[in-house]
């Protein structure tokens, strides 16, 4: 199985200011359609798990262009131009590339 | 928007059984998969369930293979987790996710489960 593996696992920022959360997976995650299977996933308070980014950059429906995702192979990154006191939760970059589907440790993100 | 409402959580001993729902507003014909989030934990991919065109064929983890069964009824704009042989490790929230070409589109709530005695 492919192993996910964020950093930082807590990132304290002040409003207005940028994050950025890098994830690493223990395999390429290209898959052999040439599409890669990277999502971002945000866990707010009480509120149902969301999709933010996938296939690497791809902003879901709904998700302020604040929220930016980059990479390639192994290594990706989600940031946050400015960050905005609703972003507080916990992020999650996901792979669906390789079955079974594989999730990192989660970051919390908590204003400073 | 696609609402997924899960359903059936609760209280159960070692050794118990247990059954959770997940109904969605919208129903396509996607797959759907179960994912659990055990208390200050992440999350842990559970188990996947496929479509009529894929014959409905199920995928489990290592963890809950043999204990637990994924079924969907289409018409119902459900699917389910039947749990059996509970362990105090699966203890958890248990959230139902819309697999929409290779992406978790939608997501339940989640329902928790918790094994005790």
């Known amino acids: 199985d492919i192993v996910m593996t964020q950093t930082p696992l807590s990132a304290p920022v002040t409003l207005g200011q940028p994050a950025s959360i890098s994830c690493r997976s223990s395999q390429s995650l290209v898959h052999s359609d040439g599409n890669t299977y990277l999502s971002w996933l945000q866990q707010r308070p009480g509120q149902p798990l969301r999709l933010l980014i996938y296939?690497?950059?791809n902003r879901f429906f709904g998700v302020p262009d604040r929220f930016s995702g980059s990479g390639a192979g192994t290594d990706f990154t989600l940031k946050i131009s400015r960050v905005e006191a609703e972003d507080v939760g916990v992020y999650y970059c996901m792979q669906a590339t390789q079955f079974p589907p594989s999730f990192g440790q989660g970051t919390k993100l908590e204003i400073k | 928007e696609v609402q997924l409402v899960e359903s059936g959580g609760g209280l159960v001993q070692p050794g118990g059984s247990l059954r959770l729902s997940c109904t969605a507003s919208v129903f396509s014909d996607l797959y759907m998969d179960w994912v659990r989030q055990a208390p200050g934990k992440g999350l842990e991919w559970v188990g996947r369930i496929r479509n009529k065109v894929k014959s409905y064929t199920t995928d489990y983890a290592a963890s809950v293979k043999g204990r637990f069964a994924i079924s969907r009824d289409d018409s119902k704009n459900s699917v389910y987790l039947q749990m059996s042989s509970l362990k105090t490790e699966d203890t958890a929230v248990y959230y139902c996710a819309r697999d929409n070409s290779w992406k978790y589109d939608y997501w339940g709530q989640g329902t928790l489960v918790t094994v005790s005695s």
């Open positions: 296939k690497i950059s």
